[in-house]
């Protein structure tokens, strides 16, 4: 027998050894990319629930008490400016750019929105304030950004925005911008009229 044979099985079994922990790690990282992909919708849940994002979205369930309850504060004065941003086929406006408010005091503004291609189109609006802290004393009644909103080839719709500007606001903070930014929705482009009877309301 040849001594290479002998050299040839120890370097076989040397290799298979070193190759073991790493077929092991290539193994593990297989097994964390599934657990990553199955588990990216509860992260993403969590990932808005830390960052406030659903919290942005979500309805004040408290805020028409709040409205009905709370003093108005004629002595000041809040400048509201809107704003709006797109992702996606749409046309988006506040039908006004400003408004003056009184902290306490019950306001309404409307958003416009095109779906400007020819087949159904669902998004989602998300709302951001400037300054940051203004969020919190921005309380809505009504808003388009509760729930996403699903609109017809070619259809416009007007949006009330419903709110009221607590009178705890800083005094440091004379004007607020409230912008949207309305994106699309994965998945719900080419949903058929029948598949969500409340498209066909509000229709212009």
Known sequence: MSTDEPNKEDRDSRLKRR?????GKLAAFAVMMFGFGWGMIPLYNAICEVTGINVLTQRDASAEAFAKST???SSRTVVIEFDSNIHGPWRFKPTRRSMDVHPGE???????LVNTVSHPMAGQAIPSYAPQIAGTYFRKLECFCFQQQTLQ?????????VFV????????????TLSYTFFDVAGQVGKSPAADPSAARGRT
């Not at 190759?19 to 077929?23: G, S």
């Not at 080839?153 to 925005?161: A, L, Q």
């Open 106 to 112: 019950l306001a309404t503004v409307e958003y416009e």
């Open 71 to 73: 003093q108005v504060d």
């Open 19 to 23: 190759n073991l922990p790493m077929l």
């Open 153 to 161: 080839g070619n259809e416009t719709r007007r949006f009330p925005v």
């Open 165 to 176: 500007i607590d009178p705890n606001l800083p005094a440091e903070v004379t004007t607020i």
